[in-house]
């Protein structure tokens, strides 16, 4: 074995060990300096960004209110400068009322795309009720709030992928009937809300550098090749499996991101098959990548710093 192989396996062996999971106690949470928190919030997705004392960017809301605002309230936030809703489907928007709950909440940016009506009104009227403005993410547009900075990657409304949706296999059949079938629907495959998620690059200033996380939503191979093929350089320390983890992904998509850990959000025992074993392999990649899923793992939050960074789990 030459010095330089020697060398490639110390950098890689360390590329997988800088990251450690421990099952925190609840009574010290969440941990301090504290970057990302996955919400378990069943079949959906809710997210938040550590933005200053008592204060979070939050992505999305889940479908159910009080997950929503149980997730906040032991992350103990009372202010959310910015609520980013990635797509209008009821998984990622129906949670809103729990966010807004006793919340200081200072914008509403969602996504161009007003699909399903449903959720556009409903979130419409929310924002009305409680006075809160709302705007559209917009490719190019970079935000800062405290230590987390962003650059919006999708939607582009100058590149709609152009590729048909993706057909759904037998094993999916019944699962998008049913989806399709529900009132509330919003998780079948193939679908133009979910190709028009907003997708953050999200930078978040550590004691010892930046950590980087892309945050997908629920954006399928049409949207991730766009992506790929506008920003070759998506490597971040950590990646929001896209879509729950359902099977259909662009391996090149995940594998230009070459993440230190995968967080899957996703509900036990969903109709749609979410996650795929398939999108859990390739999510972990060859290099052994943490997976953490909200099914399984409850609330995950990711701590630390640049060199020093670790996740935390709470039932
Ligand atoms: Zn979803």
């Given at each position: 074995m030459t010095a330089g192989v020697v060398a490639l396996l110390l950098v890689l062996i360390a590329a997988v060990v800088a990251l450690y999971v421990i099952r925190s106690?609840?009574?010290?949470?969440?941990?301090?300096?504290?970057?990302?928190a996955a919400c378990d919030v069943g079949q959906g997705d809710a997210l938040a960004l550590a933005a200053g004392p008592a204060e979070a960017v939050v992505i999305d809301t889940g479908p159910d209110p009080a997950k929503a605002d149980h997730c906040l309230t032991v992350l103990g936030?009372?202010?959310?400068p910015l609520l980013v809703l990635t797509h209008f489907h009821a998984d990622h928007v129906d949670g809103v009322p729990g966010v807004l709950k006793g919340r200081t909440v200072t914008e509403i940016e969602t996504t161009?795309?007003?699909?399903?009506p449903r959720g556009v009104a409903e979130v419409t009227a929310w924002a009305r009720t409680a006075g809160i403005p709302t705007s559209v993410a917009a490719v190019g547009e970079h935000r800062r709030f405290g230590p987390v900075s962003w650059d919006v990657l999708w939607p582009d409304p100058d590149a709609s992928?152009?590729?048909p949706p993706e057909p759904a296999p037998k094993s999916h059949r019944r699962g998008r009937r049913q989806a399709r079938a529900?009132?509330?629907?919003?998780?079948?495959?193939?679908?133009g809300p979910n190709n028009s998620s907003v997708v953050l690059q999200v930078t978040v200033a550590t004691r010892d550098g930046p950590v980087r996380l892309l945050l997908t939503g629920d954006i399928e191979p049409p949207s991730q090749a766009a992506i790929l093929a506008a920003?070759?350089?998506?490597?971040?320390?950590v990646l929001k499996v896209p879509?729950?983890?359902?099977?259909?992904?662009d391996p090149d998509f995940l594998r230009a991101v070459r993440p230190r850990v995968s967080i899957i959000s996703v509900g036990a025992g969903?109709?749609?098959?979410?996650?795929?074993p398939d999108t859990v392999r390739l999510a972990g990649g060859s290099a052994g990548t943490p997976v953490l899923r909200t099914d399984r793992d409850g609330q995950i939050v990711i701590y630390g710093s640049a060199r020093n960074l670790r996740a935390a789990l709470r039932r």
């Open positions: 106690r609840t009574t010290n949470w969440p941990p301090p300096n504290w970057i990302l936030i009372h202010k959310v161009n795309d007003p699909d399903p992928p152009s590729a529900s009132p509330r629907g919003g998780g079948e495959e193939g679908s920003h070759p350089d998506l490597a971040a320390d879509h729950h983890g359902s099977k259909y992904q969903n109709v749609y098959g979410h996650p795929s």
